[in-house]
């Protein structure tokens, strides 16, 4: 309880911006000393201009009305917050906890990260299952509200919800009711409504608001929305329907059709609450309904929900949030009495420095909570680094006049006994390190060589494989057998010039059944010995040592040969390349899977049964030389 000192309660609503500055009395009652309001339009319900509709409207609130308080409760507005109500299971206290984190899991519908959630235990349903009040928001929503407030420097005590404020303003208000009450709260964009009952706590959220008649009335008249709200606040109000007469003022008429039908539909979702209420948790009917928000005092609204809910006109009332508040004289209750009915969260936030409340919630984030503690603890810090400059500046000026001459004199002996040692390690021992770390180099130089070595093997391996690989899918979709080597193998060396590997032109003898072949075809497949063709001029002999280098094998180019069989099929030619391509893409621990022919294959030339195409294979991992 805070007696004595004022705060601010403060509800960031979708149409408008509510603060109240409360004080606590002598005799412990809570104290109304100002108020203000201010609407936010259409921007308080579009996230992307709705920050800066509030800053503007809360430095005009503070500025216009004076407010003194520096400590301020926030109330989130209905449509960021995620509310139910969920019965668990009769379980050991000591797991209670655990259960309801389960269940916010479960329930909530983002990630437990990214938001904050609170809960409260409301009763014990008849069969022993505990009701729990969970809520939960956007950190992020959170965070918005603490910059607002923190540019008029002023401090976030606590975080709360509509529903949770409301139960508490309506409890401390109205708390000798018998059988059961429904409080509607019609907001701009959303409406809550709440059950009272005993002990017993209900509520639920609806997503339709008064803002639903400005925007169809604003269509259809084709005017803008801060029109269409004037019109409506000054004209609007719920036709009766039935035999009523019209009004004479045709957009009176037609703005008044326009709030019957936002009106009967918010009525089907408050009938469903209610039987909601009566059949799944056990309540019973409403005996009276009491009218909240900025679009209950629109004319008739009683009238229609008292018809449309077959209760008695006289059990229709609207809420009044400051029965029990007291009044500071200076507040002008005239322009209170036009804002009391919207003031219902303010007056739960203030309720909370007052005692205990009946739903106790707080959505501050950890972040914040620490910021404030750090933010509090500032000034014990800089004492605290000044205390330690000025021990630092002491020993200091010790230092300095007593320890530096000692050490003064200690090094310069130190140094006349180390000239002789420096003599020793520039004339032997640095030479030798130097030696040492060349050696080091040039072993290291080697290991990488001999490594790489076993790359070759694999990357000629793998070659091997996928022309076996190709000739077997030929010959098993064509029925005809066919042959594929490597005529020629040039790693792509960047910024050198390309060595050329040869010498592939015999091949190492695969699979195929070569019954029937000519000599010259075995001789081509190295199934009979034939002369190894010379090495091209300027390339030098892949078996000799490179020498040292930094450069790297990236890609490797080849150039492969096949047995056309063009008799067989037009493009069957190219159906070998293409296969021959697949097989070394889907080698991916060596090569990358990307296009890899070269040109067009080159036809048979006169004479031959041969043709040739090129490949570029980009290997995974550079090899170096």
């Not at 019209?246 to 089907?268: D, F, G, W």
């Not at 919630?361 to 014990?380: A, C, F, G, V």
């Not at 290991?447 to 000739?471: N, P």
Request: glycine residues 6%; contains cysteine; proline residues 6%.
């Amino acid at each position: 309880m805070l007696k004595g000192k004022t705060f601010l309660g403060i509800d960031f609503g979708a149409g408008s911006l509510k603060v109240a500055e409360f004080d606590i009395t002598e005799a412990g009652a809570l104290c109304l000393k100002q108020f203000g309001v201010r609407p936010l339009g259409l921007e308080g319900s579009q996230e992307s201009v709705r920050e800066g509709a509030l800053q503007r409207a809360l430095q005009e609130l503070l500025a216009d009305r004076g407010f003194s308080a520096k400590m301020f409760s926030a109330c989130a507005p209905g449509y960021h917050v995620f509310s139910k109500f969920v019965k668990l299971p009769p379980v050991d206290t000591s797991k209670v906890t655990q259960i309801i984190q389960y269940e916010a899991q479960q329930n909530v519908p983002f990630p437990l990260e990214e938001v904050v959630w609170d809960y409260q235990i409301t009763g014990t349903a008849p069969g022993g299952e505990l009701e729990v009040f969970l809520v939960a928001i956007k950190s992020e929503i959170v965070e918005g509200l603490f910059r607002l407030a923190s540019a008029p420097g002023l401090r976030l005590q606590l975080v709360d919800v509509s529903p949770a404020a409301l139960c508490n303003a309506f409890r401390y208000n109205y708390p000798d009711l018998d059988g059961c009450s429904m409080l509607l709260d019609i907001g701009a964009k959303t409406s809550n409504v709440l059950f009272f009952e005993k002990n017993k706590y209900s509520s639920r959220g609806i997503n339709i608001g008064a803002n639903s008649i400005t925007q169809d009335f604003m269509a259809e008249v084709r005017i803008p929305f801060s029109k269409a709200e004037a019109f409506k606040i000054a004209e609007g109000f719920v036709s009766l329907g039935g035999a009523y007469e019209e009004p004479e003022n045709p957009q009176q008429a037609q703005i008044s059709k326009i709030a019957r039908q936002v009106m009967t539909r918010l009525h089907i979702q408050v009938n469903q609450t209610i039987q909601f209420y009566r059949g799944q948790q056990g309540g019973s009917a409403p005996q009276r309904l009491f009218l909240a928000g900025g679009a209950s005092i629109m004319p008739y609204t009683a009238q229609f929900f008292s018809e449309k809910l077959n209760l008695p006109e006289e059990s229709v009332q609207y809420f009044n949030p400051l029965r029990n508040v007291q009044i500071d004289p200076a507040v002008n209750l005239e322009d209170l009495a036009k804002s009391a009915h919207s003031l219902g969260e303010v007056v739960g936030l203030g309720l909370r420095h007052l005692a205990q409340c009946p739903i106790e919630l707080n959505l501050m984030p950890k972040t914040i909570r620490k910021r404030q503690e750090l933010n509090q603890k500032k000034p014990y810090f800089v004492a605290t680094l000044l205390s330690l400059v000025l021990a630092l500046v002491a020993m200091g000026w010790f230092y300095d006049a007593k320890v530096v001459a000692a050490k003064r004199r200690a090094m310069a002996e130190i140094q006349a006994q180390a000239q002789p040692l420096q003599s020793l390690w520039d004339e032997r021992l640095n030479p030798e390190l130097q030696t040492a770390s060349r050696l080091r180099q040039e072993a290291d130089q080697v290991a990488l060589w001999a490594g790489e070595r076993l790359t070759w093997i694999e990357i000629m391996t793998e070659l091997r494989s996928a022309l076996l690989e190709t000739e077997e899918a030929i010959a098993k979709e064509r029925g005809v057998q066919t042959g594929i080597w490597i005529e020629r193998m040039i790693p792509d060396i960047p910024g050198a010039e390309q060595s050329e590997l040869t010498g592939l032109s015999s091949p190492v003898p695969r699979g195929p059944d070569t019954s029937g072949w000519s000599d010259d075809m075995k001789r081509r497949y190295g199934l009979l010995d034939a002369p190894v063709a010379p090495a091209e001029p300027g390339i030098e002999d892949p078996s000799a040592a490179a020498p040292a280098s930094t450069n790297e094998i990236a890609s490797v180019k080849l150039t492969c040969a096949a047995v056309s069989l063009k008799s067989v099929g037009p493009e069957i030619d190219v159906q070998i390349a293409h296969e021959l391509e697949r097989r070394l893409q889907s080698r991916t621990n060596l090569f990358l899977p990307e296009p890899m022919l070269g040109h067009d294959v080159k036809p048979p030339e006169e004479n031959s049964i041969t043709f040739s195409f090129d490949l570029t294979l980009k290997l995974q991992r550079p090899i170096k030389i």
